[in-house]
């Protein structure tokens, strides 16, 4: 949808990288009464420098005991769907994965290395991730509860993807898009997006001017007079 400031997702995603962050992205949510957003505080960036944006590709994982045999022949699978869900990334998708308990890593470097392959934008997971170094040498975006190696196959499998999901209270739908960095991860839902980050865009900007006014002796009070914004 053309906007005053993009066209396309691509364009959007450059601006959200060069100017946009976690924080008034959600400032812009909470004022359109987008009050619950955000994602557990337990999923950071593997790296405190990494920034995630992309559209969301949903997955559906499920505990399940090594041993037992199901009627369900995804269950019957080493994986589940897991295989299936990575190989059907997109360009600019994130990989967003819940629904298992958080005692296992649900992201490693092989998942990364093909969805990097993909052109995905990232993974976020309500769990742990393993295989650190490797991810981190292949620089791509990573949230989760942290390094952790013990591995999902004889513990959790993929039972669905590209479904809608409900990750710490919060649904996300395929397509919302996913933004984070080091203060946390938030969801914008479709179709809220474009009322969202045009605000978002004014809200960044307008702050850079204001932080420019405090520095050059402005006060706080008449900052917020003046431009409502702090």
């Known amino acids: 949808m053309e906007t005053a400031f993009w066209k396309n997702d691509d364009e959007l995603f450059d601006i959200i990288r060069e100017e946009l962050y976690t924080a008034v992205v959600g400032?812009?949510?909470?004022?359109?009464g987008l009050l619950h957003q955000f994602l557990s505080p337990k999923?950071?960036?593997?790296?405190?420098?990494?920034?995630?944006?992309?559209?969301?590709?949903?997955?559906?994982?499920?505990?399940v005991v090594?041993?037992?045999?199901?009627?369900?022949?995804v269950l019957n699978r080493p994986f589940g769907l897991m295989l299936e869900a990575l190989d059907d990334l997109k360009k600019n998708e994130v990989y967003v994965c819940t629904g298992s308990s958080p005692s296992y890593a649900l992201w490693g470097e092989l998942m990364a290395t093909r969805a990097q392959i993909l052109g995905a934008a990232g993974a976020v997971v309500d769990g742990y991730s393993r295989d650190t170094k490797g991810i981190l040498e292949l620089n791509f975006p990573s949230?989760?509860?942290?390094?952790?190696?013990?591995?999902?196959?004889?513990?959790?499998?993929?039972?669905?993807?590209?479904?809608?999901?409900?990750?710490?209270?919060?649904?996300?739908?395929?397509?919302?898009?996913?933004?984070?960095?080091?203060?946390?991860?938030?969801v914008v839902?479709?179709?809220?997006?474009?009322?969202?980050?045009?605000?978002?865009?004014?809200?960044a900007r307008g702050e850079k001017m204001v932080q420019k006014k405090i520095q050059e002796g402005m006060s706080t009070v008449e900052a917020f007079a003046k431009f409502g914004i702090m």
């Not at 559209?55 to 994982?61: F, K």
Request: hydrophobic share 40%.
């Open 43 to 63: 999923i950071q960036p593997l790296r405190d420098d990494m920034f995630v944006v992309g559209r969301a590709m949903t997955v559906l994982e499920a505990d």
């Open 27 to 32: 400032d812009i949510m909470d004022k359109l």
């Open 189 to 203: 839902p479709k179709e809220s997006e474009v009322e969202v980050f045009r605000l978002a865009i004014e809200k």
């Open 66 to 73: 090594s041993d037992s045999s199901s009627n369900n022949p």
């Open 143 to 186: 949230f989760s509860y942290g390094r952790y190696a013990q591995d999902q196959a004889p513990r959790g499998k993929v039972i669905d993807f590209r479904v809608p999901i409900e990750m710490n209270g919060v649904r996300i739908n395929p397509g919302d898009i996913i933004i984070g960095d080091i203060d946390g991860v938030c």
